[in-house]
């Protein structure tokens, strides 16, 4: 289905039947794409495996959407970045920060 090939941004809701949690992250691992991906457990277990192991983005644990402020970086891995940088949050403010870091022994 395109929905699995195509990056469609809108109110889609896609549904896979997996054996496993494992499966499930190998299957959505395995996809072109990496723009977002979310979870609903209640198991600690399930939300550090798939915090850890998910190719993707922006990943929400127990939320519907993992959706983006402004203060948050918003770009997904693999095929999902668009350009060179990800322009918002502190990745933007870094981009256009000039530090400096002094070591002194006085």
Do not use: C
């Amino acid at each position: 289905m395109a929905v699995g090939r195509d990056e469609i941004f809108g109110p889609v809701l896609a549904v896979s039947r997996v054996g496993s949690l494992e499966d499930a992250l190998a299957q959505a691992n395995s996809m072109t794409l990496g723009n977002m991906a979310v979870i609903f457990t209640r198991s600690g277990r399930s939300a550090r495996l798939f915090r850890e192991q998910i190719e993707a983005g922006m990943v929400g644990v127990n939320v519907p959407v993992a959706q983006p402020f402004a203060f948050y970086p918003f770009s997904g891995w693999k095929g999902s970045f668009y350009g060179d940088l990800h322009v918002h949050g502190t990745d933007g403010i870094e981009f256009y920060t000039q530090k400096k870091v002094v070591v002194s022994r006085w």
